[in-house]
């Protein structure tokens, strides 16, 4: 669901600021949020207190169906840039005709069953590739994401840090600076701190085994 989409169902928007908080892991779920601008990170707090990033969301995710099935927060939700959302009511959840004509119901089964679909691609990332593949299918997915929501898909800013896409991937911060490192001497990418500039995208595309 891109922003225009979102825009048509007539719902609040509020303002969420970069670093801050939207919502916490274990607080009470009132709201989902579909992002309607900006990047978020969803993380975990580990046994050790150490943060476990478990997904990136950006405009047209939906943010918080993780606690649907329990009605509290199962992770936090903190955005990594000024961002912009749109609360749902989780009583209104429940209310809805999801075989009507509700747009609110149709773009909300929409959000979920994408949501369904990249929890699966994080689960084949983690469980069978080599740091090179993770990499190179998390520039491919954001690539792919930006194209989508009209913007270049070559070149784009990471809202991320290195330590958060590690955190995401599975990989140690030096592992992700390493392979960043490996795909500049390939001229595979450019890389200027957080700005991305894709040089070769099919040969990007051609390191992960499963492309």
């Known amino acids: 669901m891109d922003r225009e989409e979102l ?3 007539s719902l609040p928007l509020i303002r969420v600021r970069a670093r801050k908080v939207l ?7 009132d709201f989902v949020y579909a992002v ?3 990047t978020f990170k969803s993380c975990l707090s580990t046994a050790d207190g ?3 990033v478990t997904d990136f969301q950006m405009s047209g995710d939906l943010l918080g169906l993780g606690g649907l099935s329990h009605g509290w927060h199962t992770s936090s939700a903190v955005a990594l840039e000024d961002a912009q959302v749109h609360p749902i009511p ?3 959840l429940s209310k809805l005709d999801t075989a009507g004509e509700s747009d609110v119901a149709q773009a ?3 959000l979920m069953s994408q949501e369904i679909v990249r929890e699966q691609g994080l689960l084949l990332l983690l469980g069978t590739m080599h740091a090179e593949e993770k990499l190179a299918v998390f520039l ?8 989508a929501r009209g913007y270049s898909g070559l070149e784009f800013n990471l809202r991320m840090s290195r330590a958060e896409i590690g955190s995401y991937l599975g990989m140690t911060l030096e592992t992700v600076s390493r392979t960043f490192s490996g795909f500049q001497q390939e001229r595979l990418l450019e890389v200027d701190k957080r700005h991305i500039r894709i040089l070769d995208l099919p040969r990007l595309a051609s390191r992960v085994k499963s492309a």
């Open 7 to 9: 825009g048509k169902l």
């Open 23 to 29: 919502f916490r892991e274990g607080e009470r779920l």
């Open 36 to 38: 309607y601008s900006g």
């Open 50 to 52: 150490r943060e476990q």
């Open 90 to 92: 989780y009583a209104a």
């Open 108 to 110: 909300l089964v929409r």
């Open 140 to 147: 491919l997915n954001l690539s792919a994401c930006m194209k």
